[in-house]
């Protein structure tokens, strides 16, 4: 199977039109997984969410679908997050909102696979971003491979005694799965913040066992302006034009 892994897409509809596009012009998807902050920060949390829902998306929850439905406090926010939770609240369908009400913290799409947002230790706000928290993860892990998201970059980390380094993935690279277990971070396709403004992704072929980490460009500069438009901070806006 083919598989598209998105995560933090954060109501960018340009972004994920842009990342599925790409990943459908290198042949057909088999199956589309997210790790889960679908909603916060952008001007498009319906229509993202009606696109994803259409393909059938295997998705976690992530800590802005939690806050957008209420089943979460924004206090831990900052007040621009925690403007941007409110605004989408507003905006969102109930239909939408009882769908992030419903969302897993933890999924398992496939025999092999975790997903989870955060980490497994805490799975709606842990940013893991070091060897110690990969090896926790690992400890915690039940499958062959994770799949994490969050922070936002993209990385992957293999299972080693002694610790488990995590690796800063780039667009266009390739790795090959062997017999340990991983963590797999997509990156973000809605809002990057390593500084390349290009929305990221990865493609997963379980048959292949391959994992293939890419960036697409899109015109950020019309989700910049629909989020000024629609009264959210301008700050959402102009990093995006920026990746950070
Ligand atoms: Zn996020």
């Known amino acids: 199977m083919r598989i598209a892994v998105v995560s933090d897409v954060h109501s960018n509809i340009e972004a994920l039109d842009a990342v599925l596009l790409h990943a459908e012009r290198g042949g057909a998807i ?17 229509t993202v969410i009606a696109v994803l829902r259409a393909r059938s998306v295997q998705t976690v929850a992530g800590n802005h679908d939690l806050a957008a439905c209420g089943m979460m406090t ?11 939770a409110r605004w989408t609240q507003e905006h969102l369908s109930a239909d939408s ?15 092999g696979v975790t997903i989870v947002h955060g980490s497994l230790r805490h799975p709606e706000w ?38 488990s380094p995590l690796f800063a993935a780039k ?28 929305a990221g992704y990865m493609l997963y072929d379980d ?6 980490w890419q960036r697409v460009e899109y015109d950020a500069n ?14 959402l806006g102009t990093r995006l034009l920026a990746g950070r």
């Open 126 to 163: 842990e940013y893991l971003l070091s060897e110690e928290q990969a090896d926790a993860q690992f400890a915690l892990q039940e499958t062959q491979i994770s799949i994490v998201g969050h922070s936002h970059l993209q990385f992957w980390s293999r299972e080693r005694q002694g610790g």
């Open 222 to 235: 019309v989700t910049c302006a629909r989020i000024i438009a629609e009264g959210l901070p301008e700050f």
């Open 30 to 46: 088999d199956a589309l997984w997210c790790a889960g902050d679908i909603v916060g920060y952008g001007p498009d949390p319906d």
């Open 171 to 198: 667009g266009g690279e390739t790795i090959e799965l062997g017999d340990g277990r991983y963590i797999l971070n997509p990156g973000s396709s809605g809002q990057p913040r390593d500084g390349d403004p290009r």
């Open 207 to 212: 048959g292949a066992a391959t994992v293939t």
């Open 97 to 111: 909102l009882a769908y992030l009400g419903e969302l897993p913290l933890v999924l398992k799409p496939s025999a």
């Open 74 to 84: 924004t206090e831990e926010f900052n007040p621009v997050a925690e403007e941007a």
